[in-house]
Each structure stands twice: as structure tokens, then as C-alpha cells.
């Protein structure tokens, strides 16, 4: 069992941030708030932090994690944006849309398979502090046992995670929505609606998504 280090997000010291994100760098563990739901994320190059992930989840290996961007131009270096995926992200990014975009030539590293990488540019400050003083991406997925309900309180967080992961970040209660997905490696299709509805996405796009 790991020694975990809880913090309340409204303590959190700009020193400890900056802890933190050279933490995850290297692979550690963090379940943290997100703009959704509570989520657990590491190093987006750290495998032995990535497989962790998935064994505290029992999350099967062909569900891929999702990777958060700092910003728009972040997420340039590891996906290809087509015109559609370039419009989408002017409107929606920050926020709670995931596009699964092919990779780049640097992006390759972090597909672990998968056709494309499910990305996304968050608009909760906490990540957007976090992902700045980090020097690469964060994959991260929900903080939940694979197939049980999302996280979305902290005394539900702490019981399923406090010594498990080496950082807890606490903030009281969370909303349930999940972000909305979008896969544009091919014709583009809605995979969840969550956050932001087909009827904005397809009134922006001017298309019907499939």
C-alpha cells in the first residue's frame, strides 16, 4: 500500500504544484479533481504509471486513457487536426470535448495501439496550473473501478483511493457530467454525448455526426 499525500485543492501551495507536476512527470499516481468527475491521471510517457492505472481500475487494455493538453497548441505537437477538429477546438476548447485525432510523427509514442488519441484541453484552472508547470501531457480517465459509478464526492474518493495512489487532491463535490467525444480519424462520429450536445456539435460542424 502507498504512503498517499492528501491535499484540499483551495490549500494547495504554488511549491507543492509544482511538486506535484514534476511527480506525475516521472509517473506518479495522482487521483485529482477534473471539470467533470474526479479522475486518476499520470505522466502521459510514463508506462509503469499508465499500467498502474489500469490495474487500480480493473480497466480492460482496449479502453485507452484520455490525454489532457495544456493548451490547443500542446495538443498540435501530438495530433493531427484536420479542419473540422481545428473548428471544434476554437469553440469548445477549453472545455469538455474529447476529439480522437490521428497522432503526429511525436504522438505515435503515447497511441499504446489505438488508430487515433482521445485529447482534450481542460478548462478547470487547477489542471490548466497543473498541466503548465508539467513538461508534457497527462493521460488520466475517471476515478472509478472499471464498470462502477463515477467518483464525483471526496469521502468516496479517499475510501476507494487514500493508499493507493500517491497523491489525493480533495475539493468536495464534483458534477457527474462526463466530457463529450467525437472521433475525427475518419468520418466523424459521436462516440459520447455528455457536456456539450450533438445538436451544438453538428450545428457548428454543419454536418450530421454518425
Keep these: 500500500m502507498n504512503q498517499t499525500r492528501i491535499f484540499n ?36 510517457y510514463c508506462e509503469e504509471g499508465i499500467q498502474r492505472i489500469y490495474r487500480l481500475k480493473n480497466r480492460p487494455a482496449t479502453s485507452p486513457l ?4 495544456a493548451s490547443t ?47 482534450r484541453v481542460p478548462g478547470y484552472q487547477f489542471l490548466q496550473r497543473l498541466l503548465k508547470e508539467m513538461s508534457g501531457v497527462l493521460a488520466s480517465t475517471s476515478a472509478n473501478v472499471h464498470g462502477q459509478k463515477v467518483i464525483t464526492q471526496e469521502e468516496i474518493l479517499l475510501d476507494t483511493f487514500n493508499g493507493q495512489v500517491d497523491y489525493l487532491i480533495k475539493t468536495g463535490t464534483l458534477s457527474p457530467v462526463a466530457s463529450s467525444v467525437v472521433d475525427l480519424t475518419g468520418c466523424p462520429r459521436l462516440l459520447r454525448e455528455e457536456a456539450i450536445s450533438r445538436v451544438a456539435l453538428e450545428g457548428l460542424l454543419g454536418k450530421r455526426l454518425d
Design 73 to 119: 497548441e500542446q495538443a498540435h505537437e501530438i495530433a493531427q487536426f484536420s479542419p473540422e477538429a481545428e473548428k471544434l477546438a476554437r469553440r469548445f476548447w477549453p472545455g469538455a470535448l474529447t476529439m480522437v485525432l490521428p497522432p503526429t510523427v511525436r504522438g505515435q509514442a503515447l497511441t499504446r495501439g489505438f488508430a487515433g488519441l482521445g485529447i
Design 9 to 44: 485543492l483551495a490549500d494547495i501551495t504554488a511549491q507543492e504544484l509544482t511538486e506535484l507536476a514534476h511527480a506525475l512527470d516521472k509517473g506518479a499516481v495522482a487521483a485529482l479533481p477534473t471539470d467533470t468527475v474526479y479522475g486518476l491521471a499520470t505522466g502521459a
Design 66 to 69: 484520455q490525454l489532457l493538453a
